[in-house]
């Protein structure tokens, strides 16, 4: 008779576990980095590059607002256009690394995983000269493994508490709605990171004009807060850099 009763709580466990793997929010398979604890501040981030010509006209947008952000790269897109990457590092902005090709993680062997952040540090560092230290894991997948590995390799977990969803948006505006909302509506204000996108994992080139529109709209409706990169959050919660 307790059958049905196993069934059922094995399940909600499995789904419990999905959802941990994939939530930016869940600390379930270890502690990173989701937000700062002053609400006076705002880091902006932006995934899937170096990708041209967006990522260089971010740069543009940010700089004309004295505004830092984090670049999470993706491996194969530096060894492309090497430059591109150099002209963040140069522009003051911090570099994360995101894989090389951009795999979930979760999927993936132990072998692959360690070859994908291997890989990616090592383009990271023949195109900029210096080491990185932040990781974010695409698609915000991750286990137990995934993070283990990264710290084993000196690399602090980055994810995000606000999505911009860029990737399939209608408009800029759209983009930045999506964002304020859920800025505007933290009970308890804080310093979030929000996630766009300078680039697309499916190929290089990705069109993310849209993005750029969206960011410029959002440096000026948050005009009085400090737009800073990860490592310049005061109090980064829940882990510490």
């Not at 941990?20 to 705002?42: C, E, I, N």
């Not at 194969?76 to 090497?82: A, I, K």
């Not at 991750?142 to 994810?159: D, E, F, W």
Request: net charge positive.
């Amino acid at each position: 008779m307790f059958l049905p009763f196993i069934a059922l709580a094995s399940a909600a466990a499995a789904s419990y576990a999905g959802y941990a793997s994939m939530s930016p929010a869940s600390q379930l398979y270890g502690r990173t980095v989701t937000h700062g604890s002053d609400p006076s501040q705002m880091a902006l981030t932006f995934d899937d590059g170096p990708n041209d010509p967006h990522t260089m006209h971010l740069l543009d947008v940010l700089a004309r607002h004295k505004a830092k952000a984090t670049f999470f790269l993706i491996g194969r897109y530096v060894r492309q256009r090497p430059e591109i990457a150099r002209a963040v590092l140069a522009a003051g902005h911090e570099i994360g690394n995101h894989t090389y090709s951009h795999p979930n993680l979760v999927l993936v062997s132990a072998r692959r995983l360690r070859q994908e952040l291997d890989d990616c540090r090592k383009a990271l560092e023949d195109a900029l000269g210096t080491k990185t230290t932040l990781f974010r894991p695409p698609f915000g997948g991750r286990r137990p493994n995934v993070l283990r590995t990264a710290r084993g390799m000196g690399l602090s977990p980055i994810m995000w508490s606000v999505t911009g969803y860029d990737w399939n948006a209608k408009s800029p505006g759209a983009i930045v709605d999506k964002v304020g909302r859920q800025v505007d509506s933290r009970r308890k204000p804080q310093a979030e990171v929000i996630l766009l996108h300078d680039g697309g994992h499916l190929a290089f080139g990705a069109d993310r004009s849209q993005t750029v529109e969206a960011t410029r709209q959002l440096l000026e409706r948050y005009a009085g807060k400090e737009f800073v990169s990860i490592s310049g959050l005061r109090n980064a919660t829940p882990a510490t850099l």
